[in-house]
């Protein structure tokens, strides 16, 4: 899904830039796309063979939040909450109720293409913050709770190594893959100044 707000915003930022009508055309069009095949009531597919709840949704959101109303959103993100916040303010990768959801991280596992804990369950520190300044923009006194437990487990993980880390366990504050990576730390300050 989040491929598809991806390209949604460079269709507009190329019709932005050229005024061509192609670009509005192809931009309406995929929004249109995204409204049929992928929106049902409040919740946001993150592919259409795999009709999974993941936290793809809230890089679409960063990424083009024009397709939605903040309404819209808003009813979007209550029920993606429901599904991917974990207590200690992570945001899992996959849905909590899911059957393949896994809370125990089992690191990389490249060479299995079953039970990765990766993209069924690790919870991503970039993909946090990015909800997380999703929240904010969308509605910060409501989801205010939430935004503060992800920045209070950003502190925590930096007092503890001195940097943010790739992901974490679902179960618990817990590091897994790399030990420091640019883009937590990018949108952990992205996060902050926006905030501020």
Known sequence: IEIQFLMANVYDNL?????????????????????EYYLSDSSLYDDLK????????????YYYPNVFSNYEWEKIFDYSLVHLYLPWGGISSLSKLDKSFIPESNE???FRNEGKSMHNG??????NNIAAISLYKVNK?????????IIEADNEFIKMIG??????????????????????LATYIELKEIIK
């Open 15 to 35: 019709y932005n830039y050229t005024k061509d009508n192609e670009y509005k055309e192809k931009l309406e069009k995929i929004k249109l796309s995204i409204r």
């Open 50 to 61: 795999d009709k999974k709840i993941r936290c793809n949704v809230f890089l679409s959101y």
């Open 108 to 110: 990389d596992n490249y």
């Open 122 to 127: 690790d919870s991503w520190i970039y993909i």
């Open 141 to 149: 006194e409501k989801y205010r709770e939430i935004i503060e437990k």
């Open 163 to 184: 940097t943010l880390p790739e992901r974490s366990y679902a179960s618990k504050i817990k590091i897994a893959g790399a030990i420091h990576q640019l883009w937590s």
